[in-house]
Antibody
Framework: QITLKESGPTLVKPTQTLTLTCTFSGFSLSANGVGVGWIRQPPGKALEWLALIYWNDDKRYSPSLKNGLTVIKDASKNQVVLIMTNVDPVDTATYYC?????????????WGQGTMVIVSS | DIQMTQSPSSLSASVGDRVTITCRASQNIDNYLNWYQQKPGTAPRLLIHAASTSQSGVPSRFSGSGSGTDFTLIISSLQPEDFATYYCQQSYSMPRTFGQGTKVEIK
């Protein structure tokens, strides 16, 4: 059974750095083809893809946020970390991590419950 | 980036109605198209991947079709538990992109 869970601060001040952790079970991020993605959703708005990291440490980022995002993995701890620098109130959102299938065509089959982050002074 | 455009943005329907949601990609994505259902306060749930392959446990009233740039999600007979927001998403290339969502409301 695959599960994912996001954790991190609920409230962050503008210009600070946001660090979110995705802890997962039921799969290995060392297994060929597997990926973990981050997606966010501002209140009342649509889903927005942020980043993906693959089993081979290939990392992909949203072009609109690329300069402020870093994603890293610790396969031994079954964790993926998203780091977002210089946050702004527009970054207020629920942040999800999700497992992307190893087989093509890919999809986000399993999602965490999400963690709400408020950016406010 | 590949833009995904859903229509309509929202719709009102009654239980038992047939509902059709469309998703158009700004360029060819073959069948690299996924559909998700999201209910308020919960994470999205994958309904259909590869344009037409239903996930295990998804009721048969949900079906997907299309290829290339035009895709459709059909709910053949709307049930009370189907009132939600539906998103399409392409996995053809990076960056992954979602449609803006279609909210299905009770008429």
């Amino acid at each position: 059974q695959i599960t994912l869970k996001e954790s991190g601060p609920t409230l962050v001040k503008p210009t600070q750095t946001l660090t979110l952790t995705c802890t997962f079970s039921g799969f290995s991020l060392s297994a060929n083809g597997v990926g973990v993605g981050w997606i966010r959703q501002p209140p009342g708005k649509a889903l927005e893809w942020l980043a993906l990291i693959y089993w081979n440490d290939d990392k992909r980022y949203s072009p609109s946020l690329k300069n402020g995002l870093t994603v890293i993995k610790d396969a031994s701890k079954n964790q993926v970390v998203l780091i977002m620098t210089n946050v702004d109130p527009v970054d207020t959102a629920t942040y999800y991590c999700a497992h992307e299938t190893a087989t093509v065509p890919r999809a986000f089959h399993f999602w965490g419950q999400g963690t709400m982050v408020i950016v406010s002074s | 980036d590949i833009q995904m455009t859903q229509s309509p943005s929202s719709l009102s329907a009654s239980v038992g109605d047939r509902v059709t949601i469309t998703c158009r990609a700004s360029q060819n994505i073959d069948n690299y198209l996924n559909w998700y259902q999201q209910k308020p306060g919960t994470a999205p749930r994958l309904l259909i991947h590869a344009a037409s392959t239903s996930q295990s446990g998804v009721p048969s009233r949900f079906s997907g079709s299309g290829s290339g740039t035009d895709f459709t999600l059909i709910i053949s007979s709307l049930q009370p538990e189907d009132f939600a927001t539906y998103y399409c998403q392409q996995s053809y290339s990076m960056p992954r992109t979602f449609g803006q969502g279609t909210k299905v409301e009770i008429k």
